[in-house]
């Protein structure tokens, strides 16, 4: 499988590039993994978090280059280490021994070959798991077809709707053709959600969705496209956790923290529509927790 990195077309940036000898695209990846971080998270969904916490793996680079990422010198500068598919393995395998709930693959998709060859490692040494993939969405189908039968829990951003907010804010073309491409094919492999009798999630898609300042609009035509596409098969995440950092700056009109009243009138809105599985964040904090708002069913 990682002969697909000799022509690199895993994303939708199709860079075409021969990574198996060093050349490099658009997400500044090579052959080798980089994992900047792993640890148990505290600070996803409550289904996803627990209270053992999620065994996040959080990847170096990115596909996208989101003027306002938070986790900017993760995505955008290269920070990490390099590891072999086997070290990723026990990395894994780690994760579990600690007790957490899940594998949690952050921002992952310039990875995936590797990655499935790690998990196939690991499973084999005891990985039992749930695996999610933890995605901006900027993803080719192809890619994720891949890993059908690799993936329980899929955690998908979509970020915009109108694709000149994902090319000025992001740099990408196209993105909600892809993201929601990718989506659809996302709850076609896992189907509705399923939790455990703790409230977990074992399988299932949670889409999330982050408030940009000014653009309720387009939030809430976000909002419909998942509604009238999945009713409520789906988990919907709406997050109020936009600062202004990075490169935020440079753009006046989105320097500033969402309005909470937009971010409450959002709330009713995505209520309105007839959306029942949800969360939301109580404030605006990067590590407030999320709290189960709309449905307590299965939470
Ligand atoms: S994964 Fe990286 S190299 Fe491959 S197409 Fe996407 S951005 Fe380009």
Redesign the pocket.
């Known amino acids: 499988m990682l002969n697909i ?1 000799s022509k ?10 021969d ?1 198996l000898n060093g050349e ?6 090579g052959k080798s993994i980089k994992v900047a971080r792993a640890s148990l998270h505290y600070w996803e969904e409550p289904c996803i978090s627990g209270t053992n916490g999620s065994g996040t793996v959080f990847f170096s ?1 990115c ?1 996208l280059s989101c003027v306002f990422c938070q986790n900017h010198q993760i995505s955008q500068e290269d920070i990490g280490k390099e590891v072999s598919i086997e070290r990723l393995s026990e990395i894994f395998l780690e994760q579990q021994k600690r007790g957490a709930h899940n594998i949690n693959l952050v921002t992952p ?3 995936v070959p590797q990655i499935i060859g790690a998990l196939k490692i690991a499973k084999d040494n005891g990985l039992t798991l749930p695996i999610v993939y933890n995605t901006n969405s900027y993803e ?1 189908i192809d890619t994720i077809r891949l890993l059908e039968g690799y993936v329980d829990i899929y955690l998908p951003d979509l970020k915009y709707y109108n694709n000149k907010y994902a090319e000025k804010y992001s740099g990408a073309r196209n993105y909600f053709k892809y993201a929601s491409d990718a989506i659809k094919e996302m709850v076609c492999q896992v189907g509705p959600c399923k939790f455990d009798s703790n409230g977990m999630m074992k399988k299932g898609v949670i889409i999330r969705h982050m408030m940009l300042p000014g653009l309720l609009f387009d939030s809430k035509k976000v909002v419909d496209y998942i509604y009238t596409t999945f009713g409520n098969t789906v988990y919907v995440s709406i997050m109020n956790q936009y600062t202004p950092l990075n490169k935020a700056t440079n753009f006046p009109e989105i320097n500033k923290p969402v309005n909470p009243k937009h971010y409450e009138a959002f709330i009713d809105y995505c209520l309105s529509i007839g959306i029942k599985n949800g969360f939301i964040q109580e404030d605006g904090t990067v590590k407030e927790s999320f709290i189960p708002k709309f449905n307590l069913n299965g939470i």
């Open positions: 990195l690199c077309k895993l994303c939708p940036r199709s860079c075409g590039v990574r490099l695209g658009f997400c500044k990846s680079n596909n998709s310039h990875y080719n």
